[in-house]
């Protein structure tokens, strides 16, 4: 088994990490990294914010990682919540409904946010600025790298200068998109799920809000021409169009063939066109996430079809399921091995919402109701409405028995909306945490490296109807939130800690 060799001397190393892309992946775990001191590099081709148009939806999750980064109140600034998805038809009956909560919901968010990508790219970097043991260089290429068994060396061109230079890390992430050179330089291929479609996408800022254009985001099912519609923060909207093989990319991107194709819902009077792009949406996954020091993420690692809004989300999670592991092996607690985990718990979780996007990319390209029948996700419903997904994580085995037997590893934790307002995750980090029952209505929170919190009775009792609804006395969460064990046994809850979950199958130097 391969030891961890976080022990030996930064010295021997520029960085303990360089995460190669500063897209939304590689800045949010840079940012996760950076919070626990590690010594980090991000390094990025581009000398300014990616401005094609591309995300516009993230959901509770992913804004719980932004809060454990520390943006999510800037954030909530700049984002709508989304009231959810209509399929229409071509006389805009509707054949599918996926409405999404209104209120909070158990992950102390909204379900779905509206958002303009390039904003929330800023709050990431400027995030990362905070961090003297994070160093950000914008306008430099990864040009190649190479792993021995102790480290990996980097050579990169700053584009402005031409000059090359070289640093060696104890570990790589390849967060460097679509076409990684991390990805071909670890030798892992994609595996193809079959869904590749050419669609226009266009940006545009409306010079007034139009209440008639509807705050869902509506997808016009169609064999001939899908079209999605989205309804983004302030006077954004998007609309997004399947290409016939008939028409060129030029043709396309033809400024007067774009309002001719717009005009069913705007003219050039009501609107500026702000951004447009022509892009293969495609769905693959790689057969492999790690090699040794080297590792990939987001993009890099799976690409999705857009239809549920859930490619730059799935990047969020690898991020926040990767910075902890990364943090415990760089700070000599758990063997390497752990990172293996990574992909086994990340993996099958961004392959189902994948495949989920495939068929919901099938029922845009439907006109009939019974194929909207036979390809609805909750089909049986009379009412055809559609629940957001939400699957376990892949297994692992970093889990320690009795509690690998636990009913619930793998699923996504709630987060208490506290009495004052605040949300529990802010007073815990992003770290590890035991909530147990203490007595009929007395919870304890005790965060791994921090003192146990205080809570009031109100937030006490709210927590013990938590643990109730999960039938569990105590659990203990992981820092990106996912539980890592439960027990119904409040003699083992005192055993519950990190070091005795986490198998014996992960040494480190210290135990
Ligand atoms: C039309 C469209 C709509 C979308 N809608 C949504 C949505 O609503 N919700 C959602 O969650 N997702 C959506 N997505 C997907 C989302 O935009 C991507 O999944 C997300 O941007 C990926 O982030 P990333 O950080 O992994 O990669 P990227 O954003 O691609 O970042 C990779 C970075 O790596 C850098 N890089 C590459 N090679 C090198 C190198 N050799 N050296 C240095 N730097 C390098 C690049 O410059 C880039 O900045 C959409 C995508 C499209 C195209």
Redesign the pocket.
């Known amino acids: 088994m391969k030891r961890n060799n976080a022990a030996q001397n930064l010295s021997d190393y520029d960085h303990d990490v360089v995460i190669?892309?500063?897209?939304?992946?590689?800045?949010t775990l840079a940012n996760l990294l950076s919070q626990s001191g590690a010594n980090v590099l991000v390094?990025?081709?581009?000398a300014a914010?990616?401005n094609?148009?591309?995300?516009?939806?993230?959901d509770d999750e992913?804004m719980r990682v932004f809060q454990a980064v520390g943006i999510s109140d800037a954030l909530l600034k700049k984002v709508r919540v989304n009231p959810g998805m209509r399929f229409v038809d071509s006389d805009g009956v509707v054949l599918l409904d996926w409405p999404r909560p209104v209120d909070i919901g158990r992950q102390g968010w909204h379900g779905s946010y509206r958002l303009h990508?390039p904003d929330l790219e800023v709050l990431l970097r400027d995030a990362i600025a905070q961090y003297a043991n994070c160093t950000l260089k914008l306008g430099?290429?990864?040009?190649a790298l190479e792993q021995s068994d102790s480290a990996v060396e980097l050579t990169?061109q700053n584009k402005k200068t031409g000059t090359t230079e070289n640093c060696r890390s104890k570990y790589v992430v390849g967060?460097?998109?679509?076409?990684?050179?991390v990805r071909e330089a670890m030798s892992v291929e994609m595996e193809d799920l079959g869904f590749n479609e050419r669609?226009l996408?266009l940006d545009v800022l409306l010079n007034q809000d139009m209440p008639e254009l509807g705050d869902h985001t509506i997808q016009y099912c169609s064999s001939e021409q899908p079209i999605t519609y989205?309804r983004n923060p302030g006077l954004r909207r998007r609309w997004?169009m399947a290409l016939s093989d008939l028409v060129s990319d030029k043709q396309a991107l033809d400024t007067s063939t774009i309002w001719s194709s717009l005009s069913r819902w705007i003219s050039p009077q009501d609107a500026t066109l702000e951004r447009k792009?022509i892009?293969t949406?495609r769905s693959q996954v790689a057969k492999c996430w790690r090699n040794e020091r080297m590792l990939i993420?987001?993009?890099?690692a799976h690409?999705?079809p857009?239809f549920?809004?859930?490619?730059?989300?799935?990047?969020?999670r690898d991020a926040s399921n990767l910075a902890w592991k990364l943090t415990m092996v760089l700070q000599n607690e758990c063997a390497d091995v752990l990172l293996d985990s990574y992909e086994q718990e990340r993996r099958p979780h961004a392959r189902e919402y994948i495949t989920t996007a495939i068929a919901l990319g099938k029922l845009i390209n439907s006109l009939e109701r019974e194929n909207v029948r036979s390809i609805a996700l909750d089909g049986d419903k009379a009412d055809l409405q559609m629940a957001s997904i939400a699957p376990r994580l892949g297994s692992s085995d970093i889990v320690t028995e009795p509690f690998r037997l636990s009913r619930h590893i793998g699923k996504l934790f709630d987060q208490l909306v506290i009495a004052d307002g605040t949300r529990l995750d802010n007073w815990i980090g992003y770290q590890h945490v035991l909530i147990s029952r203490c007595g009929p209505a007395s919870v304890s929170v005790k965060p791994v490296k921090k003192k146990e919190l205080n809570l009031s009775v109100c937030d006490q009792v709210a927590l013990s109807a938590m643990l109730d609804q999960w039938q569990v006395e105590a659990v203990f969460v992981r820092p990106d939130r996912y539980v890592l064990a439960t027990t119904n046994n409040l003699n083992d809850s005192a055993n519950l800690n990190w070091q005795s979950l986490l198998s014996s199958a992960l040494p480190s130097a210290e135990y």
């Open positions: 190669v892309g500063c897209g939304p992946t590689g800045a390094i990025d081709r581009e914010i990616y094609l148009p591309r995300a516009v939806h993230f992913t990508q430099h290429e990864l040009l990169y967060c460097d998109g679509a076409n990684s050179i669609w996408v989205c997004e792009a892009y949406f993420a987001g993009d890099a690409l999705t857009p549920m809004g859930q490619g730059m989300c799935a990047g969020i």
